[in-house]
């Protein structure tokens, strides 16, 4: 079984500057891929950045970069020059082959001017 | 360019009514399409997900059904609703083979 673990339940950061978000993952398949989902208040689920188990690269999407650490199993967020629209509630996933996707539990960011 | 539509975005019923969530997507054919459920403060947990029309997969035993009448349709039931039903309810799809999903917007149940 797939398990994803966030173990930062809230976070504060200053407007312009960067936040890593936590997350570490768990399971036997060779062939997986990791997601981070942005919610805002409203609720709508928003995709920011995929990384593939086999990508050598981390995955940057514009101010998003995900830190890849295979042998440790970590897939942070990194969301740099934070703006005030960045406050959400932020969510790890990760997908085997059978492309069904498991959640942590989220992060809440809260972005301070 | 394809879209995802959930209706009701809220909806508040008694214990032990009937309910019918709807989901349709536009612009895209045979997509996989999932079901989730979210309790308050919570991560997702995926209930139902259907890779054709009338292939429905249940991840959590319950009292929700799914059933998927057309390529483009994902509904989500219950005979009886139960007080632990209530949550927000995402309807999702991905592109057949794809990994990336897509969210619609939602719809939040309260059970009383």
């Known amino acids: 079984a797939q398990k994803i673990t966030q173990t930062q339940p809230g976070m504060f950061v200053q407007e312009k500057e960067a936040v890593t978000l936590d997350c570490t993952y768990d399971?036997?398949?060779?062939?997986?891929?990791l997601f981070w989902y942005k919610q805002p208040s409203s609720g709508e689920m928003i995709f920011l950045i995929y990384?593939?188990?086999?990508?050598?690269q981390n995955a940057t999407e514009g101010r998003y970069s995900l830190n890849f650490q295979k042998a440790r199993k970590s897939a942070n967020l990194v969301i740099s020059a934070s703006q005030l629209g960045d406050s959400a509630m932020y969510f790890c996933?990760?997908?085997?082959?059978?492309?069904?996707?498991?959640f942590g539990a989220g992060t809440t960011v809260t972005v301070r001017a | 360019s394809q879209t995802i539509h959930q209706w009701p975005a809220t909806l508040v019923q008694p214990v032990g009514s009937p309910l019918s969530l709807e989901c349709t997507v536009e612009?895209?054919?045979?997509?996989?399409l999932y079901w989730y459920r979210q309790a308050a403060g919570r991560g997702l947990q995926l209930l139902f997900y259907s890779i054709g029309i009338g292939q429905i997969s249940s991840e959590v035993p319950q009292n929700l059904s799914a059933s998927r009448p057309q390529d483009r349709q994902f509904i989500l039931s219950s005979k009886k609703l139960l007080l632990s039903d209530s949550g927000f309810y995402l309807c999702a799809w991905s592109v057949e083979g794809g990994v990336e999903q897509y969210f619609g917007p939602g719809t939040r149940l309260t059970v009383t």
């Open positions: 990384q593939g188990s086999y990508d050598e």
């Open positions: 612009g895209t054919s045979n997509p996989n």
């Open positions: 399971t036997s398949d060779q062939s997986y891929g």
């Open positions: 996933a990760m997908s085997t082959g059978d492309y069904k996707l498991s």
